[in-house]
Nanobody, 126 residues
Framework: QVQLVESGGGLVQAGGSLRLSCTAS????????ISWFRQAPGKEREFVTS????????YYADSVKGRFTISRANAKNTVYLQMNSLKPEDTAVYYC???????????????????WGQGTQVTVSS
């Protein structure tokens, strides 16, 4: 089993920044991908960004390219999401997700992931 613990959410004004953290623990089968998803009230959970654990390759949804940066600290089993130039439409619960195995394409669907964090609320005021 893998446990994912998230932190860093909060309330910020439009144009501001936040940094989210996701720390993984427990048994793992591989270190292929850790990703961030978000879900606004009444909407589907959507892919934000992902990182390949070993290589550091990254992939971003078009909506956050140039504003969000995903990174990793391997020794601490931690992934970060640096969010800059935040917009009200970024308001959502942000979830960390872990995929056990390699994928030949970027895993960007909810069903691609085996473990999920509890979510952390990000609210951006206008």
């Amino acid at each position: 089993q893998v446990q994912l613990v998230e932190s860093g959410g909060g309330l910020v004004q439009a144009g501001g920044s936040l940094r989210l953290s996701c720390t993984a623990s427990g048994r793992t089968f591989s270190k292929d991908y850790i990703s961030w998803f978000r879900q606004a009230p009444g909407k589907e959970r959507e892919f934000v960004t992902s990182i390949t654990w070993n290589s550091g390759n990254t992939y971003y949804a078009d909506s956050v390219k140039g504003r969000f940066t995903i990174s990793r600290a391997n020794a601490k089993n931690t992934v970060y999401l640096q969010m800059n130039s935040l917009k009200p439409e970024d308001t959502a619960v942000y979830y960390c997700a872990y995929r056990v195995r390699y994928s030949s394409r970027w895993p960007a669907n909810v069903g691609d992931y085996d473990y999920w964090g509890q979510g952390t609320q990000v609210t951006v005021s206008s």
